[in-house]
């Protein structure tokens, strides 16, 4: 960017996770065949009206809670009006001026340094039907998105990288994961992010043009449209030009943003009261409550893995990562006893499972006393560490009990001593000349001698025991 | 010779004539067809209804308003029937869920016989703003009954039906309720469920009876109104009806008279008959007092504005993209929009359109829908004011008796005053009904209006009651 800043601010919907849709009694479900989660309401048939979901705003006011904002006593919902084939009432029920919460702020730590990314406002509304442009130009839709739940979460133009933005939405998503609202999917839509981005000389008071980034379907997707688009408008600049008030949509295959044809955007949406809903009231009883219930948040419980259980930052900070994988570290701490390697196999052998298996915690398949009992056979030095990771990962492919591998696949570890000796016997009588180099001075070379003997026994021997008999028997 | 179906409490009792009772008011409604009063019946249905209540007395069942025959306004849904709000739009729609109101009255042994002509999309004033041709009014054929809910008015009006349902945005009960020489109450906005009631302004709509009496009138608000799930502006008022039915009025009440209501513009046989009602009103016993309401000017102002503005968001769905009527030679998606709308709605429909549209843009959102909702709040103020010093108010439901077909058709202007005395209640949401009091020298029906608090629907029925009664009504 050299001698340019951007400034950079997010408007990020998420699907919030209802039983049913924010208005009428359809099941909030992805995934369905298409337009068969719907009825007379959500359709926007004539004579139907909308009755507000309460779990909409419940779940609305965890997440505002959560990031610190004022949730209002009353707010109002409006009608936002525009056409198109998905919007079946030719309105979406949205919240205009008086939004649900305001203020709040989510803190993010981006290449070591910590910044703190204002929030504006969360309102309530509801989702569109999906629009899919078929092949032949015609266009297909499907209605059973209309009316399911969202919460819009508008930042202050407070990010200036794309990495920031990427960092931000990282932690949006790890907190409506956390706090059980939103599933977090941007590829199935259900957290999506519209990005308002401008440029302007470094040390310059005024902002440049702000143009709007649309159409990103993951958060590397938002990363690289704003690094397109940042990098575009400093072109523009640079070259002489100004930036004109638009609407990009990011082609994520192409890597590039093309302006949105006219016809789509609609400038006047013609807000008004919505008269078919009452006012929001959140009684203050009802928002102490949750405050209450409120789950650990994730800054609080990383901050908590520190001091309580004397782990590193980075470590903590990776283990607070999900909600799932806290709560799994956690109960395995308490389980082994042994908070320190329980943040090891979690953070190590339970996140690269995970990974390799594109799966998350909850459907982990080894329970925490099954993994604690693994942590305790090589506590008390039945099993290797490396082959207790073995069998952890034979408990994966096979789904049997660490006991049958064990016993099944000779993981077990030997500290017969006279058993050992016998193998360390063998290995030095094999290798003579690096017996001599070695006491003649070349120190290093015990460890071949270990790794050899522990070779030779396939894994099984203490290394430990098998340590000190070379020792014992190269002095 | 005209047919007549019995009494409805005649039916009640002799709940075995019912069968024969429906065909009685189907040949009824086929004699009087000339009037275009009904748009689609429901014979079929209403048969098995007929039997159905029928048997269920037999087993000894509740059923509040057994024996009556309802005729409901094309744009209040009933399942698996047409709504066609009287618009080519909808012409051949078909609702796929029964209104709140209509089921409750159904559950209560109510017999619907057919749906009724109206206003498109309850927009008018007169009945001719409608796909069906005009409904006539039964005195005089030359003229309108009034509207937009024309074809119930003449329905009850013209002992086709024991009462029927229309739907009151700005008057459209209780004007054609005067000009046919009914009775048409404004329930209290949120008594009664609008769910199924095609909107047109969310905030003022209202689904409201017709009968020949308040007793009945009464009768059909307990039932079809109260707290319904599918509405959140449905109020939790306690809805019952008593067996007794309405009580006669046991106090004496401080009766308000306008004077705003009885200057120009009003047609002096109706002045008239406001003052010889409401000193026969004193005569009984009660008091009369002067009042003012003066926003009450500004009302028919405010309602255009935020009546239109509401229905032009309400009548977005109709787009030819789903279901209804689609302008079939468009190609693209906005020429789907414009031509299938442009040929769906009618004139009046698309003016209302356009200038709510309008009074929501950008720019002049401040200037007309902002100042509206401000000077909407003084008509309320007004009113509360008033019934701090009176229990009702009596005043002309119209200026004017039933004008000629055609006569104010292409003077829209003309047309909206004629709900200058009606929708001063809708805007402050309070109760309001017509009751016949009175004819002019053509012989042409004279309403006048009561209305009352928030939630006083009981007591301006009583207060109808009175009125019916000075006039040997009943
Ligand atoms: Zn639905």
Redesign the pocket.
């Known amino acids: 960017m050299g001698e340019y800043e951007a400034v950079i601010g997010l408007e990020v919907h998420a699907q919030l996770m209802t039983e049913t ?1 924010a ?4 099941p909030n479900r992805y995934g369905a065949p298409p337009n068969t ?7 926007g048939m004539p004579g139907i009206l909308p009755v507000l979901n309460r779990a909409m705003l419940e779940q609305a006011m965890k997440l505002a809670l959560a990031v610190g904002a004022t949730v209002h006593p009353r707010s109002k919902f409006d009608r936002k009006n525009y056409f198109y084939p998905d919007l079946p009432k030719g309105y979406q029920i949205s919240q205009y001026d008086e939004p649900f919460s305001t203020g709040g702020s989510i803190e993010l730590k981006v290449d070591g340094h910590r910044k703190s990314i204002r929030i504006r406002r969360i309102h309530l509304e509801e989702d569109a039907g999906k629009s899919m442009h078929q092949a032949d130009g015609s266009t297909i839709v499907d209605m059973n998105r ?2 399911v739940p969202l919460v819009e979460i508008v930042s202050e133009p407070d990010m200036s990288t794309p990495a920031e933005a990427r960092a931000y939405l990282n932690e949006i998503r790890r907190l409506v994961r956390w706090l059980d609202v939103c599933d977090g999917n941007m590829e199935e839509g259900s957290l999506r992010c519209d990005a308002n981005v401008s440029v302007h000389r470094k040390g310059s008071e005024a902002f440049g043009i702000a143009t709007e980034v649309k159409n990103m379907n993951s958060i590397r997707g938002v990363e690289r449209a704003l690094a397109y688009e940042i990098e575009r408008q400093i072109g523009v600049v640079e070259g002489g030009g100004t930036i004109t008030r638009q609407t990009l949509l990011w082609d994520e295959t192409e890597e590039i943003a093309r302006p949105m044809r006219r016809k789509e955007s609609s400038d006047d949406y013609r807000y008004f009261p919505e008269p078919d809903l009452v006012e929001v009231v959140v009684p203050s009883e009802w928002a102490e409550r949750i405050s209450r219930d409120l789950v650990e948040l994730p800054r609080a419980r990383c901050m908590r893995f520190c001091q309580e259980y004397g782990l590193a930052e980075a470590t903590a900070e990776v283990l607070a990562g999900e909600r799932g994988v806290a709560d799994y570290f956690e109960a395995l701490a308490k389980e082994s006893g042994d908070p320190r390697r329980a943040a090891n196999w979690v953070q190590g052998d339970v996140l690269r499972i995970l990974k390799e298996r594109n799966c998350d915690i909850a459907s982990f398949p080894v329970s925490v006393s099954d993994l604690a009992g693994l942590m305790n056979e090589v506590e008390t030095a039945r099993l290797s560490l490396s082959g207790a990771k073995k069998v952890l990962d034979r408990m994966i492919e096979t789904g049997r009990s660490p006991e049958s591998i064990i016993e099944q696949e000779g993981f077990a570890q030997t500290s017969d001593a006279r058993e050992i000796e016998e193998v360390a016997r063998e290995i030095l009588a094999k290798f003579p000349s690096e017996v001599i180099k070695y006491k003649s001075g070349k120190k290093n070379l015990f460890g071949f001698f270990v790794g050899e003997t522990m070779k030779a026994t396939k894994g099984q021997a203490n290394p430990k025991v098998a340590s000190e008999i070379l020792q014992r028997l190269l002095s | 010779m005209t047919l007549k179906i019995p009494p409805h409490q005649h039916l009640k009792n002799h709940p075995e004539e019912l069968p024969s009772a429906v065909e009685t008011c189907l040949q009824a409604i086929e004699q009087a067809k000339p009037l275009n009063a009904f748009v689609h019946l429901l014979a079929d249905r209403a048969r098995h209804k007929a039997v159905e209540v029928a048997q269920a007395t037999g087993q000894g069942e509740e059923l509040p308003l057994r024996g009556m025959i309802l005729a409901v306004k094309d744009n209040i849904a009933i399942e698996g029937t047409s709504l066609s709000c009287a618009s080519r739009i909808l012409k051949d729609f078909k609702s796929l869920f029964t209104a709140t109101a209509v089921a409750r009255l159904e559950k209560a042994g109510a017999i619907i016989i057919g749906k009724t002509n109206l206003d498109e999309f309850a927009m008018g004033s007169s009945c001719e703003n409608t796909i069906f041709g005009p409904t006539h009014h039964p005195l005089d054929w030359e003229r309108v009954p009034g509207g937009s809910s024309g074809g119930s008015a003449v329905a009850v009006a013209a002992g086709l039906v024991h009462a029927a349902l229309g739907s009151d945005t700005g008057g459209s009960v209780r004007q054609p309720a005067a000009f046919c020489g009914v009775v048409g109450l404004k329930p209290t906005y949120g008594r009664v469920s609008r769910y199924g009631l095609v909107a047109f302004g969310s905030s003022l709509d209202q689904i409201a009876p017709f009968a020949t009496n308040c007793q009945d009138a009464f009768a059909v608000l307990c039932i079809m109104g109260g707290k319904d799930e599918h509405d959140s502006t449905s109020a939790a008022y306690p809805m019952s009806y008593p067996t007794e039915g309405l009580k006669p009025l046991g106090e004496k009440l401080r009766i308000g008279l306008p004077k705003e209501y009885l200057e120009e513009g009003l047609q002096a046989e109706i002045a008239e008959v406001v003052l010889q009602v409401a000193r026969g009103l004193e005569k009984a016993g009660h008091d009369l007092v002067e009042i003012s309401l003066p926003y009450s000017k500004l009302a028919v102002g405010v309602y255009y504005i935020l009546a239109t503005a509401e229905a032009s968001s309400n009548l977005a769905r109709y787009d030819g993209a789903r279901y209804g009527f689609r302008e079939h030679s468009a190609e693209s998606l906005q020429d789907i929009y414009t031509h299938s709308r442009a040929g769906g709605f009618g004139r009046e429909v698309r003016r209302r359109i356009m200038l709510g549209t309008y009074v929501l843009s950008a720019g002049y959102y401040d200037a007309y829908y902002k100042k509206a909702q401000r000077v909407r709040r003084l008509v309320l103020g007004d009113f509360l004011d008033a019934f701090g010093k009176v229990d009702v108010i009596l005043a002309p439901t119209t200026p004017t008796t039933a004008f000629k077909i055609g006569e104010k058709i292409d003077d829209p202007l003309a047309m909206y005053l004629s709900d200058v005395y009606t929708t001063p209640a809708n805007l402050a949401g309070i109760p309001a009904v017509s009751v016949p009091a009175g004819k002019d020298t053509k012989r042409l029906p004279i309403g006048v209006q009561i209305m009352g608090p928030h939630f006083s629907d009981e007591l301006i029925l009583q207060v109808g009651c009175d009125i019916e009664r000075l006039h040997g009504r009943i």
């Not at chain 1, 208005?23 to 359809?26: E, H, L, M, V, W």
């Not at chain 1, 989660?37 to 359709?43: D, E, K, M, N």
């Open positions: 849709k208005f009428c009694t359809c989660l719907v009825c007379p309401v959500c359709l209309c009316g």
